[in-house]
């Protein structure tokens, strides 16, 4: 099992910037790739930035240029460095953990709100 427990969230005004974090701690071994998602309220979770295990990024066009995730797999931990933040980033934000070769992100964070006011 993997647990994964996310701080940094908060309120901001647009324009601000926020980093999160994600410390994994329980059979880290078997992580791959890792990722933030994030929810809205009314709408579905859907993916901001993933990495993987050897720090190949992606990100969805409406955070790129950004929002920069990386890891440091000696700490074990995700960042996820939010710059230029709009009121639509507003939501519950959560790291998501899979182990190699599985497809789906089976491991999630309890989540961190972030507030972007306009």
């Known amino acids: 099992q993997v647990q994964l427990v996310e701080s940094g969230g908060g309120l901001v005004q647009a324009g601000g910037s926020l980093k999160l974090s994600c410390a994994a701690s329980g059979t880290i071994f078997s992580i791959g790739d890792m990722a933030w998602y994030r929810q809205a309220p009314g709408r579905q979770r859907e993916l901001v930035a993933s990495i993987t295990r050897g720090a190949i990024t992606n990100y969805p066009e409406s955070v790129k240029g950004r929002f920069a995730i990386s890891r440091d797999n000696v700490k074990n931990t995700v960042y996820l460095q939010m710059n230029s933040l709009k009121p639509e980033d507003t939501a519950v934000y959560y790291c998501?953990?899979?182990?190699?070769?599985?497809?789906?992100?089976?491991?999630w964070g309890q989540g961190t709100q972030v507030t972007v006011s306009s």
């Open positions: 998501a953990a899979r182990r190699t070769y599985v497809s789906a992100y089976e491991y």
